[in-house]
Nanobody, 122 residues
């Protein structure tokens, strides 16, 4: 069994920062790609960023490039998302995911966390 647990969400003013974390436990899968997706109210879930766990190669959605940074802590098997210059349109539930292919498509990822709410006030 694989468990992904997100943390770090909350309420922040526009222009502020938050750092999300995703702790993994259970089956060892250090070669997997990890990613962040988000889902705003009334919208479909969308890709935010992904990182290759072994090489550290990263990919970002255009809407967050230059403001968000994805990183991983190999020793703690933990994924992070540093979010700076937050905007009201970043408000969403943020999910972490793990899969075998680096990419922006949901069905590339086999394992999902329950999500953490991020709310950005104007």
């Amino acid at each position: 069994q694989v468990h992904l647990v997100e943390s770090g969400g909350g309420l922040v003013q526009a222009g502020g920062s938050l750092r999300l974390s995703c702790a993994a436990s259970g089956r060892t899968f250090r070669s997997y790609t990890r990613a962040w997706f988000r889902q705003a109210p009334g919208k479909e879930r969308e890709f935010v960023a992904a990182i290759s766990w072994s090489a550290g190669s990263a990919r970002y959605a255009d809407s967050v490039r230059g403001r968000f940074t994805i990183s991983r802590d190999n020793a703690r098997n933990t994924l992070h998302l540093q979010m700076d210059s937050l905007r009201p349109e970043d408000t969403a539930v943020y999910f972490c995911a793990a899969g075998s292919v680096l990419g922006p498509v949901e069905n590339m990822y086999n394992y999902w966390g329950q999500g953490t709410q991020v709310t950005v006030s104007s």
